[in-house]
């Protein structure tokens, strides 16, 4: 079988040697695409290695590792602010190791699947999801075009995410988050998001998770799916036995999409045990879903719902109209209310510098934010500065 090198160019949001000390979530939390894709490698019989830039000293340090390790393969992520380290890894590789095969995927290489190609450094591109196919083309790469879409996985029946993969595992999840307890280990519950949002890529992750159209030839719709709550379950026990962790984040863009998931996860939190083990966790959520279900996030906070991200990302009525965002001011500051009545911690998202649809910015929909912002008093306030990324709009 193979030895396939897992790459995560995360310099964009960390750095060189960051994530062997870290400082920021960014520097400590590991890359689940990459573990997603390492179980499915070893149940095929592969050996994985992992090459994490954020636990290499530079360039120099990265060359040692590939030519000491010697894969056959190697394959690299890439969300759009880390495509140019991407490239330069797949071209590295090929300078060190001439015969190695490279692979690339993740959003950017999804919606532009042929950088690298005149250069000859990126040999095959799987858009939206590998893990079912990245083993198979790594056991007849001659039987893929160089750009093929990855099909879709069952998400039950896919290993758990490889944490194993992190040798240090159990040192990185000593670090304290949202002030949440320690040990804390994330986890992502589902793929996708039914939302339009104007400034999401996607929009809403509908450009990555995807399957092909029953009406239209060529053309893909989205895929937007939950594991079951069993199985969230299965993969919440199996950490809890092993690591004794007393949070939990889950990273899903939107958590409460369809309410019934909702509440019966909470019901496992209970019957599990993990409720009256007081184990905390965070999740995202819209205003005006939390305006329309506050029996809902009532019941989320009493199984241990601490932090709540919202993704308030306006509060201007025209701005959040030409977001798409399907919210209002109004939603915006009730949901605040409710959040702070029920003792939660919120997590606020906002967005300055965006244009209006005239392409011009307006200051004053910002100071509007920001005024707004000090009125909720978040304990938390995580500013975004508007930067286009390909497949928004």
């Known amino acids: 079988m193979a030895t396939v090198a897992l790459i995560n160019p995360q310099l964009a949001s960390s750095g060189w040697n960051r994530g062997a000390r870290p400082q920021t979530m960014d520097d400590a939390l590991p890359r689940h695409s990459l573990l997603f894709l390492s179980g499915p490698l070893k ?27 010697a894969p056959d393969f190697v394959c690299v992520t890439a969300h759009t602010v880390e495509v140019e380290v991407a490239l330069e890894c797949c071209r590295r590789a090929k300078r060190v190791l001439p015969g190695c095969t490279t692979f690339a995927g993740g959003i950017h290489f999804t919606m532009f699947p042929d950088l690298g190609e005149d250069e000859g450094i990126v040999d095959f591109v799987i858009r939206g999801e590998g893990e079912l196919s990245l ?16 099909e879709p996985p069952e998400l039950d029946g896919l290993p758990f995410s490889d944490r194993e993969l992190y040798p240090d595992y159990a040192d990185r999840i000593g670090f304290s988050i949202w002030d949440l307890p320690t040990p804390l ?37 989205p895929l937007i799916r939950r594991r079951s709550v069993a199985n969230v379950l299965d993969e919440m026990e199996a950490l809890y036995d092993r690591y004794r962790f007393r949070s939990v984040v889950f990273h899903d863009d939107q958590f409460v999409i369809r309410p019934g998931w909702v509440e019966e996860f909470c019901e496992a939190l209970h019957s599990h045990g993990f409720v009256e083990r007081d184990i905390r966790w965070w999740a995202a959520s819209r205003s005006d879903v939390i305006c329309r279900y506050p029996e809902l996030i009532a019941t989320m906070r009493g199984a241990g719902l601490e932090v709540i991200s919202i993704g ?53 929909d910002d100071k509007a934010s920001l005024a707004a912002i000090r009125q909720i008093g978040p304990k938390h306030f995580s500013p975004s500065f508007f930067d286009p990324i390909p497949g928004s709009w």
């Open 185 to 221: 280990v994330d986890m992502i519950t589902g793929r996708g998001c039914p939302w339009q949002c104007r400034f999401c890529c996607g929009p809403g992750e509908q450009n990555l998770f995807t399957v092909p159209s029953r009406h239209e030839p060529g053309a893909r719709r």
């Open 312 to 364: 308030f990302e306006s509060f201007s009525d025209r701005m959040l109209e030409w977001m798409r965002k399907e919210t209002t001011v109004e939603e915006n500051l009730r949901a605040a209310e409710i959040c702070h009545g029920l003792g939660l911690t919120i997590f606020a998202n906002v967005i300055f510098g965006m244009p209006y649809s005239d392409g011009v910015w307006y200051p004053e």
């Open 43 to 69: 149940r095929a019989g592969h050996e994985v290695v992992l090459v994490d830039l954020r636990l290499l000293a530079g360039w120099a340090d990265y060359e040692r590792l590939i030519e000491k390790r």
């Open 135 to 150: 083993p198979e083309l790594v056991v007849n790469p001659a039987a893929f075009p160089r750009v093929s879409w990855g």
